[in-house]
């Protein structure tokens, strides 16, 4: 990740909070941390200038403050952050041998009682520099189990279709990206937030698990007007555009599992794709445009219309599809692949390796059954797609993310009752 300037501006002199008792890490899940007054316009509402007009006219943009209680987990349905991470554990080898559920029901509730303190805006419970949390700052975070929560020693019930995704063609999976006993993705409006829920979560799940490996990205899904727009991986692909909006029976035929102790929840597939920018680049943008089937500049299909409008797979243009048989629209089209749907997040990233820059995106797939739509699309993509000439799956893990909580319970409470 690119460094950023530090920022010089001279430390307030507002006075400190009173200080107060000490709250243990594993204390009062109620337990509200001190709120930092920032310097700078805005900064103890939330509040970003984000342009200026010609008539001297600012526009802010107020962060959100995202409720964490519910059916779902709200991270599903919450539009992409600027700022995420996706990070996956490993069972202790003493916890994992043990398989105990009373202890698996434990953390979760640690996790529970951090995951409403840090999406209200609060410090967790034992957090040693609560002043990083604040209301308006977008955050939202969505936990996972992986498959080793579903073998005979722990006993508990998979969801339906909940299997591994089988090795690609074109897949180059790499160990240090792939597989994790549990996962937390978290985003935000800015990275220190997300950082510190990041760590804080870690540090909490330290007695039970470990970490296995941490991926961070970025995504602009605003608008030059500051509204709500579907936002653009690295290749400038407006990427995301034919998901099922969130609130229709579309997207909860999806996204959501109907039925039995996992009711509520859905599965999640995280991919991390490499993409190959410099041979991108060098690419007419007619090429470009044939290889995802949209127009880059609108994402439109090539077929006309609007960004949101439907790709006409029909239709011709002397004598040829206009959008082409391996275009990246047609291969994961639903009237082409049994009516199959996934709900589809990004996050761009830029690292530098010992081989040079990588560059690419952490993909996040949710379904109601895995091995019943991400898989066939995924095979489908894997079989034909022109786009794979660029991209390369380096890393895959598949996670079960539980139903959500409502005040006073917690996340797992189906599976685990009042373990």
Sequence with gaps: MTEQDLDRTPPSTSPRPPAGPAVGRRGLIGYVGSAVVGAGVGA??????????????????VGETLSPYGRHQA??????????????????????????????????????????????GRGAPGDPTPWLSSAG??????????HTFFTDAWGLPAPGGFEPVPPMEHDRLQERWSGGDLVLVVGGRDATTVGHVVR??????????????????SWNGFGADGGRVTGRNLFGQVDGSANPAPGTDLFDRTVWINGGAWQHGTTLVVRRIRMDLPTWDGLTRAEQEQSVG???????PLTGGAELDDVDL???RDGAYVVAAGSHVRRSHPDLNG???????GA?????????????????????????????LQQAIDAEDLLNEWTTAIGSAEFAVLPGFEKGGWLGQSLLGDS
């Design 44 to 61: 103890a509402t939330g509040a970003a200038v984000a342009s200026a007009t010609a008539s001297d006219e600012v526009v802010q943009r």
């Design 75 to 120: 991270g599903v349905t919450a539009p992409m952050q600027a700022c995420s991470e996706t990070v996956a554990l490993d069972l202790l080898p003493a916890v994992a041998r043990a398989a105990d559920r009373d202890a698996l029901a434990r953390m979760l509730r640690v996790l529970t009682g951090d995951i409403e303190a840090f999406m209200l």
């Design 137 to 146: 700052a977008d955050v939202a975070v969505t936990l996972g189990l992986g």
């Design 200 to 217: 804080r979560l870690v540090a909490d799940v330290a007695p039970f698990a470990t970490l296995r490996w941490r991926q961070q990205g």
């Design 294 to 300: 949209r127009d880059l500049a609108t994402g439109a």
């Design 314 to 316: 029909q239709a011709r």
């Design 339 to 345: 009516g199959r749907r996934i709900f589809r997040k």
């Design 348 to 376: 761009n990233y830029e690292v530098l390796t010992e081989e040079g820059s990588e560059a690419g995106l952490v993909f996040a797939s949710y379904q109601a059954n895995l091995s019943g739509q991400f898989t066939p």
